[in-house]
């Protein structure tokens, strides 16, 4: 039998890890349980001023305790909804807003400065900010600049951010970053060939992270489908998730309750309680992660050219 794609569950179910998944905040991902405080931590948020950065995100952290939420944007003045949000979600958390181009080497070098000057060390980052430039395009005919943007923010941006994050972290103590992907990493959607190819490469980014650096747990995560400001319209009918539900998972997978899944991808959507039950086979077999399929349990030999 075909899978069914129809809404509104379609592409969430059939893209599923986990027999249980969810569509908004539940138990073991609440930002109040003690388990996931983040009290005393510093969090950057990169994108914070709109869509699940300002709702989600900033919201989550906010609820869990940060002492401090570092939001970023081009224009301060776009922060002001997301620290009313944040101050009516806790108000003892201190909101730093600071503008931001994150393709700008200049521009993040300055914005990592002026937070160097406030605080020692920033504990969790989000890279959230992202574009979905040159959708419903096909490669033949796409127009260059909009497909080449994708790359700009989403994997150069991320990039720059995550160097400059590196550079200040102390090597003797853990930090965590958290990179927003999509499932649309692994899905062959026609006219999708940008965003689907980036966000790849995000994820890919997550597991080198991983891999170099001991004392910082990288993760992937896909938001699930939240309304935002560049949600196709074809994913409308989809778009069940709470914003809250992406920052509830990104606040949990800074816990140590989440540790074993660093360099790995996961859902938001995807139950929590089966991935801690699970991890003993998710780490055994390397699973939620970029491979090529196809290779195990092939006994190779190199053959002997005869001349």
């Known amino acids: 039998m075909a899978p069914d794609f129809s809404p509104p569950h379609g592409f969430t179910v059939n893209n599923s890890f986990t027999k249980i998944n969810y569509r908004d905040v539940y138990p073991p991902i609440d930002p109040k349980r003690p388990e996931l405080s983040q009290k005393g931590s510093v969090v950057l948020i990169t994108g914070s001023s709109r869509g699940i950065g300002r709702e989600g995100l ?11 939420i570092i939001i970023t944007a081009r224009k301060v003045e776009s922060l002001e909804e997301t620290e009313a949000i944040i101050k009516q979600a806790n108000p003892s958390v201190e909101v730093f807003p600071v503008a931001l181009e994150l393709t700008n080497e200049a521009w993040v070098k300055a914005a990592f400065d002026a937070i160097a000057k406030k605080y020692s060390t920033i504990d969790v980052l989000v890279n959230n900010a992202a574009v979905f430039e040159a959708d419903g395009q096909l490669l033949g005919s796409t127009d260059k600049v909009g497909w ?28 965590h970053i958290v990179y927003l992907s999509s499932a649309a990493a692994f899905l062959t959607l026609p006219a999708n060939s940008a965003y689907s190819i980036s966000k790849l490469a995000v994820i890919r980014l997550a597991a080198l992270t991983a891999a170099e650096y001991p004392n910082v747990n990288a993760m992937a995560l896909h938001p699930g489908i939240v309304v935002t400001k560049g ?77």
């Not at 900033?58 to 401090?68: C, E, I, N, R, Y």
């Not at 990104?250 to 995807?270: D, V």
């Open 148 to 175: 080449w943007s994708n790359f700009e923010v989403n994997v150069k941006g991320t990039f720059l951010i995550t160097q400059a994050f590196l550079s200040q972290v102390n090597p003797d103590r853990s930090a």
């Open 58 to 68: 900033a919201q989550a952290f906010a609820l869990a305790g940060a002492k401090a």
């Open 231 to 307: 949600t196709n319209d074809f994913f409308k009918p989809y778009a069940k998730d709470t914003a809250l539900l992406p920052g509830a998972v990104a606040n949990w997978l800074t816990s140590k309750e989440a540790s074993f899944l660093r360099g790995r991808y996961i859902s938001a959507n995807w139950d929590v309680a089966e991935l801690i039950a699970r991890q003993d086979e998710i780490v055994h077999k390397d699973l939620l992660t970029t491979q090529l399929s196809g290779l195990d349990g092939i006994v190779a030999e190199v053959a002997e050219v005869k001349k």
